[in-house]
């Protein structure tokens, strides 16, 4: 490593608290980094470093959302504009991995 990057670790671990870090004592899990092409390994993981999703991702979790939201409901007209954006939003993402699908056959 260069030295002066070891310089840069050593002083901020000097000045910062390090007992609070996320996943401390934990072993790195690696096998998703590897996975990823060789060349996009980087820029996967900056995006997912700075907290960046993919749109199919969020559209997951809204999926979740949404139908932990509709277990709980009782009204029935909320249940129904519950189901309503449920599959409005699984059809967007069928289209979008339908799309993602498409691009990379070509």
Do not use: H
């Amino acid at each position: 490593m260069d030295p002066t990057v070891e310089k840069l670790i050593e002083e901020w671990l000097a000045e910062n608290d390090c007992e609070e870090l996320p996943g401390k004592g934990q072993p790195l899990n690696l096998d998703e980094y590897f996975r990823w092409p060789e060349d996009l390994r980087i820029g996967y993981s900056l995006l997912k470093n700075s907290g960046y999703f993919p749109e199919e991702v969020q559209q997951l979790r809204e999926i979740a959302r949404l139908e932990d939201e509709l277990r709980r409901c009782s009204d029935a007209t909320s249940k129904t504009r519950l189901e309503r954006e449920l599959r409005e939003t699984q059809v967007q993402l069928s289209l979008r991995l339908e799309q993602s699908r498409r691009q990379t056959k070509r």
